[in-house]
């Protein structure tokens, strides 16, 4: 591993974090929760100064960001958030680099956390990976050949728009009954109130949930048929109760004639799968 001195960056619906790397070595965190109704700028009014005192106080050799919402690669700009405001094609990767004055690569975060599971984390060794995050919305990334595929407009792996009922509640997306309409944090609370962490205590609940959670990765497992799916996001920390309920329900609707395997695990970095994938952006490993 190379020696590179690298901040990483993980910018998410409910939370955002900073970290740097030494080598292979996360030598400094920090987390804050996200302001959703303060948007962009709420954002950026918090994150300017961390990267101000940070970048003083530490030789840095390059940045990676990985951005909770589409971002367009090839042209390295936010493309939107359909979760928080003024994010619109937005050059994120220029406003840092100005305040860092090193080199910035931005990826969507489910394209960091497959790259940072992959190299780091519960994908090691499994190719095709497929990463999801679980959390305030959903998101996919993927990995084949060892490399992160984005697909030819950077639109590759999101899961989360895939009908699961055709028939459901709207998605912000316009459609309806999308799996992340169904299945992610914001939607949980809006739906059950109460958070997604409470809700899968309750084995009734989960049950019901993994039929929808399912129909999402199935589509996933007949695509891609990948070595491993690991799941992130704050509601894959519900551990056996969520994974094993999930489990069966996979087994379950795969047809019988497949022989696709159906391994689905948790990620293994919790909150920093993103921020480890950033910084393998940041070193173009990835
Ligand atoms: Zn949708």
């Known amino acids: 591993m190379t020696e590179q001195t690298t901040l990483a ?5 409910t939370k955002f974090t900073v970290a740097i790397f030494r080598s292979d070595k996360m ?3 920090e987390s804050r929760a996200t302001n959703r109704e303060g948007g962009r700028e709420w954002l950026l009014a ?3 100064p961390l990267l101000r005192s940070w970048s003083r106080e530490t030789a840095l050799d390059n940045c990676g960001i990985g951005f909770g919402g589409p971002v367009d690669f090839a042209r390295q700009i936010v493309a939107t958030s359909t979760h928080v405001g003024g994010w619109r094609d937005f050059d994120l990767v220029q406003v840092v680099r100005q305040i860092v004055g090193v080199p910035v690569v931005m990826d969507n975060d489910a394209n960091a956390g497959v790259a940072g599971e992959f190299l780091f984390g519960a ?7 497929f990463y999801m995050t679980l959390s305030t919305g959903i998101g996919g990334g993927v990995i084949v050949n060892g490399r992160v595929l ?10 989360g728009h895939v009908n699961v009922r055709p028939d459901g509640p709207a998605c912000l997306c316009g459609s309806n009954g999308c799996l992340e309409r169904m299945c992610c944090g914001l939607w949980l609370e809006h739906d059950h109130g109460s958070s997604a962490r409470e809700l899968m205590q309750h084995p009734e609940f989960v049950r019901e949930y993994v039929v929808d959670l399912a129909r999402g990765l ?8 990948p070595a491993r799916i690991v799941i992130g996001g704050g509601i ?14 996979l087994r379950k609707q795969m047809p019988a004639w497949s022989r696709a395997r159906t391994d689905v695990a948790p990620a293994a970095l919790g909150d920093d799968s993103v921020v480890y994938g950033a910084m393998a952006l940041a070193r173009r490993i990835m």
């Open 218 to 225: 199935k589509t996933v497992l007949m695509i891609l048929n």
């Open 123 to 129: 994908g090691r060794g499994c190719d095709p990976l």
């Open 9 to 13: 960056i993980d910018i998410g619906g």
């Open 46 to 48: 918090e994150l300017a």
């Open 150 to 159: 984005r697909g030819v407009d950077s639109w590759a792996g999101e899961v």
């Open 236 to 249: 894959a920390k519900s551990g056996p109760a969520l994974f094993d309920p999930l489990d069966r329900e």
């Open 27 to 29: 030598v400094r965190r």
